[in-house]
């Protein structure tokens, strides 16, 4: 009896046990998966190479502990010596991998926890019941069969297309030899005309209906500012969609109409002063009204910002960002190109009293309904900070500084309630071509309430003269 006792509980404990450990793997790799898409993404995938290598099975060809020392300041452990770390330096044309001084050993191996599940994925895919299996080369088939019927289709209608052709020459070769025409092409191109004008607005207003609902402006906007700016641009592509519809049924229809078939002849202007009036002062009116409205609201955007605005800069990077944000102060310290490097990256003047308090973060956070002034840089090349959700957009310039007023007005909680989905994210994109990684240069952008805010700003370390980190993630 006391040996079963003592089986049960022996038992009952690794069961207990097991369920812990899984419980804090699991936990490890949300908060790994979090880390690694803040600070890893920009150079590197799981499954392909960036501008870093891949990280696929990286557990298995390293230790942890020499992952765990590598991840924090590659650069130190090769000045060290280190053989494995002198030699990857050079596999990878001695382009220096960014420091995290600022991560814990835990969170470093939280990341490497979500690499190892992501790594192993694939293979417990592979292995889920008999039926996964077959899934497999039934879709390669059905794949297979659509692209063996497209390319039917597309060979049928090059050979209709050849028979057609071949059909209309062997008529007008009779029509030569009799010496009377046996095709009125005049007359098959003005009907071709109005076939085509009507095929293609059909085609136009389909394209409207089923792709717009894939645009941004389907779920509105997400700033004070981005309601005007919709508005504008529904305004200008109503404006424009008139004119555009009402030109091509006159221009095509004028080619039916005014076919030669010498019944019909087109009354000719060689000018008129009063046509010519009209058409150049009616679009002048409009383009006018629609500019000085764009401008307005232009200014108001980037000029000087309201009193109670809170001040964030964003720093462009290839192929990231960062947000810096002001302290108490609410006063962004200056910035001094001659400072940036590996210690100091994003420049921030060590001098400056003001920049003390600042807080640099890879993950932008902004509070609902508070005014932002966002200023910009870049440390590189040019690039172009768009929040699509936000309706702005701002070129990032090296050694100009750029920026933009705006006043985020619906939460990330609200958006993912209205497109009822739970993992949307508001995002950052880099919107000009900045090298080869430029697709994967993003940052993800919450908007919280002023309490959520709030509680996380107060989590966020200060910038202190003399601590700075060795990344262009944060400087501690």
């Not at 039926?131 to 090059?158: M, R, Y």
Request: overall charge positive.
């Amino acid at each position: 009896m006391k040996i079963f006792k003592l089986l049960l509980r022996t038992t009952l404990f690794l069961v207990l046990m097991f369920s812990l450990v899984s419980g804090l793997l699991a936990q490890s790799a949300v908060e790994g998966k979090t880390l690694y898409q803040a600070n890893c993404t920009s150079c590197h995938a799981i499954n392909e190479k960036v501008v870093g290598p891949a990280l696929k099975d990286v557990h298995k060809r390293r230790e942890e502990a020499w992952l765990v020392k590598w991840i924090r300041n590659s650069q130190k452990l090769i000045q060290s010596g280190d053989p494995v770390a002198v030699q990857l330096y050079k596999e990878n044309n001695e382009s220096p991998m960014t420091a995290f001084e600022q991560l814990s050993d835990v969170q470093i191996k939280s990341i490497i926890t979500y690499i190892k599940s992501e790594s192993e994925a694939p293979a417990k895919t592979a292995v889920i019941a008999g039926t996964t299996a077959a899934v497999g080369p039934t879709d390669a088939k059905e794949s297979e069969f659509t692209d063996s019927i497209n390319w039917l289709l597309v060979l049928i209608s090059v050979l209709l297309i050849a028979v057609i052709i071949y059909v209309f020459g062997i008529l007008s070769k009779i029509g030569d030899i009799e010496g009377k025409k046996t095709i009125n092409w005049n007359s098959i191109n003005s009907k071709l005309m109005l076939i085509f004008v009507v095929v293609g607005l059909l085609a136009t207003v389909w394209e409207f209906m089923v792709h717009g609902k894939l645009t941004y402006f389907n779920e509105g906007s997400a700033s004070v500012h981005g309601e005007e700016y919709d508005n504008m641009f529904m305004i200008t592509l109503v404006i424009t969609g008139v004119v555009f519809i009402i030109t091509q049924i006159l221009l095509f229809w004028y080619g039916f109409k005014y076919k030669a078939d010498g019944k019909r002849k087109a009354l000719y202007y060689p000018d008129n002063h009063k046509l010519e009036l009209w058409w150049t002062i009616i679009p002048a009116i409009v383009l006018t009204v629609l500019v000085i409205r764009g401008l307005i609201t232009w200014t108001n955007m980037t000029t000087k910002p309201e009193t109670s605005s809170r001040n964030i800069e964003v720093f462009a990077y290839q192929f990231g960002w960062n947000a810096r944000y002001a302290g108490t102060d609410n006063k962004l310290g200056r910035h001094n190109f001659r400072e940036v490097g590996k210690v100091n990256p994003l420049g921030v003047d060590t001098n400056d009293a003001n920049a003390y308090d600042d807080i640099v973060v890879s993950e932008l956070h902004l509070e609902v309904n508070q005014p932002i002034e966002m200023s910009f840089r870049a440390k590189d090349v040019i690039h172009s900070a768009y929040f699509p959700h936000f309706r702005t957009q701002m070129n990032v310039v090296p050694g100009l500084p750029t920026r933009f007023n705006f006043t985020p007005s619906v939460t990330t909680a609200e958006m993912r309630t209205k497109k009822n989905d739970s993992n949307f994210d508001y995002i950052l994109l880099c919107n000009k071509i900045c090298g080869g990684a430029h697709y994967r240069m993003k940052m993800k952008v919450i908007v919280d309430t002023k309490e959520e805010y709030q509680k996380w700003l107060s989590t966020q370390p200060a910038l202190v003269a003399g601590k700075v980190s060795n990344s262009p993630v944060a400087m501690n």
